[in-house]
């Protein structure tokens, strides 16, 4: 359990910091942006896409880390479980609640 | 003065939820609105709709507060209507499913007493280091959008016994101390309309469950958290504190590509014979929470449900410490 907790943890971590990371792009960086001759709402639009992206690749970030962790972790546990004769073969798929 | 309100505001929701799940769970046994426990060998029903006892706390706790403080009714009731709105969604759900993109969209109606009622922040969500944005135009449309997301997202996250109770019981703790620490009243008095009633849902919730909560406990509690969220101006430390249901549900949709229900696509989580859970390796499951646990290999039910609420936990450390960010970089 300890290792799925660190893991986890470790994950949390990273995405917060890159969170906090992205806030301060936005406060520093993007929210001063001044673009000389364009109209004051296109700049609050530029300002706003360009802030949504930032959370997209966020969301990606988070995603991709989390998919490759998965499926490393899971190969690694299948070839365990081939060595030692244990795995999901004894197992049935359910259905139902909860 | 005030803690023996906010006491008592805790206390009529336990209370009321406590003496009201037991007759809930004996109605939807004699109604046979039961459902079965599958991660369990013998597979015992269990009555579902215990959420129907949160909504009697929940309603409670709230009118409680609006009657001792009739000044602030007005954000107690855009709160209580929300949560019912949701409730009443998963109710409708529970008992006659609907398809997996109505549900979604129903959900989206709970954030409009909010709006109606003006129990946010006009100019838009705090942010640690950015501190008040001006997004006063974009804003109603994202209450509207985080309420569905949230109700959505806790409903999605519930594959063991109190893992939905026990993570949302974290949520609404670390919200409660998030108020405390930016001195916001409003999340705080929220929070503990909601505690009282989700602390009972756990009792009766937690392994072995006694109760199932069903769509319209999951759907109600979310939307609660995300209104505690938006009412309260906690949305930056809310979203940290999400993070488990954010991961599992961002997780599940990008994996299969589409909003879907659970019994349309192959389960991620097989049950094996030892009576232990283990991940499944069909490629077209979804990647759930869940299933990353039991990736690492196979376990009981009440380790992975433990896991669960201690990655909540984190997370939930992790918002208190961004709502004391705010406080302090704002």
């Not at chain 2, 949560?83 to 109505?102: F, N, Y």
């Not at chain 2, 989580?269 to 009576?275: A, E, F, M, N, P």
Request: net charge positive.
């Amino acid at each position: 359990m300890i290792r799925r907790i660190v893991d986890f943890t470790l994950i949390l971590l990273f995405m917060w910091a890159c969170m906090i990371l992205g806030l301060w792009i936005i406060d520093r960086i993007i929210v001063p942006l001044e673009i000389p001759y364009v109209h004051p709402l296109i700049t609050a639009i530029i300002k706003v896409g360009a802030s949504s992206v930032l959370a997209i690749i966020w969301l990606w970030i988070w995603r991709e880390i989390v998919k490759r962790m998965f499926w490393h972790t899971l190969k690694s546990y299948r070839r365990r479980s081939e060595q030692t004769g244990d795995g999901e073969s004894g197992g049935k798929s359910i259905k139902g609640n909860n | 003065m005030f803690m023996i309100i906010e006491s008592l505001v805790f206390a009529v929701g336990f209370v009321s939820s406590l003496l009201s799940m037991p007759a809930v769970m004996k109605f939807m046994r004699s109604r046979g609105i039961v459902g079965v426990d599958m991660h369990k060998l013998d597979r015992p029903s269990i009555p579902e709709m215990g959420g129907v006892a949160v909504l009697i706390g929940l309603t409670a706790s709230t009118l409680a507060a609006a009657a001792l403080m009739p000044d602030r009714a007005n954000i107690l009731l855009a709160f209580l209507f929300s949560a019912l709105i949701a409730g009443i969604i998963g109710a409708i759900d529970d008992l006659k499913p609907l398809s997996a993109r109505v549900k979604p969209l129903l959900t989206l109606l709970s954030g409009v007493p909010i709006l109606l009622m003006g129990a946010y922040n006009r100019r838009g969500p705090i942010f640690p280091m950015i501190g008040q944005t001006r997004l006063s135009l974009v804003y109603p449309i994202v209450i509207l959008i985080a309420l569905a997301v949230t109700s959505n997202a806790v409903n999605m996250l519930d594959p063991f016994n109190g893992t939905m109770s026990g993570s949302c019981t974290v949520i609404t703790i670390s919200m409660l101390i998030s108020s405390l620490i930016l001195d916001r009243w409003e999340g705080l008095i929220l929070s503990l309309c909601l505690l009282g009633p989700l602390l009972v849902l756990y009792l009766f919730n937690k392994y072995p469950a006694r109760v199932f909560s069903g769509d319209v406990g999951s759907l109600a509690i979310g939307a609660a958290l995300g209104a505690i969220a938006i009412i309260g101006r906690l949305e930056a430390a809310a979203v940290i504190a999400f993070a488990p249901q954010i991961m599992n549900a961002f997780y599940g949709l990008s994996t299969i590509g589409r909003l879907y229900e659970r019994r349309e696509v192959p389960r991620p989580v097989i049950l094996r014979d030892d009576g232990r859970l283990e991940a499944t390796s069909d490629p077209k499951a979804p990647i759930t929470l869940a299933r990353i646990i039991l990736a690492y290999g196979p376990m009981h039910e009440r380790e992975a449900a433990r896991t669960i609420i201690i990655l909540s936990i984190i997370s939930g450390i992790l918002s208190v410490f961004t709502a004391y960010l705010m406080k302090v970089t704002t």
